[in-house]
């Protein structure tokens, strides 16, 4: 499950992955990843080492959907509209078409908004191919999607 690591004191870690919990001495504590260790050992079919993070510092991410009728409806996710975002080249991305309004998620931004003529779009590709990216040097597959039907989660 996508999680997010800390506390109010201590700050937030996301991009990060949760097990099954487990308990030790009596405290419950969550193993830990990475997105980058989680695709990588899912691709490769590796074993890694997951620290074992105290419970009560995971929070594990809930994601919304959009209404089918209005994207920025009560339903929809905590997601800002690419073009009102600085940077978005790196971050998650969820793609609404018009043409039938279903969600697409497991996106990243693999370049800033551009512009070709009088439209604005943003290359995407697939999370787990941004994350073989890191590690194996292989570009991605990129898809360009117009700016008007893009999310940063």
Do not use: C
Not at 18 to 25: E, F, G, H, L, Y
Not at 99 to 125: H, P, Q
């Amino acid at each position: 499950m996508r999680a997010m690591v800390g506390s109010r004191a201590l700050g937030w870690r996301g991009d990060m992955r949760a097990d099954s919990p487990i308990t030790q001495r009596g405290r419950t504590y969550v193993p830990m990843l990475t997105e980058h260790d989680w695709y990588r050992a899912e691709e490769e079919q590796l074993e890694v080492f997951a620290p074992l993070v105290p419970i009560e510092r995971v929070w594990i991410e809930l994601v919304g959907y959009f209404s089918d009728s209005d994207p920025s409806g009560p339903d929809a996710p905590l997601a800002i509209p690419v073009g009102n975002e600085r940077r978005i080249a790196g971050r998650r991305i969820v793609h609404v078409p018009p043409e039938n309004g279903k969600e697409e998620r497991d996106l990243r931004a693999i370049s800033e908004i551009f512009s070709v003529g009088y439209e604005t779009f943003v290359l995407t590709a697939r999370e787990a191919d941004w994350y073989r990216w890191a590690w194996s040097g292989k570009i991605p597959a990129a898809r360009r999607l117009t700016s008007q039907t893009l999310w940063v989660e």
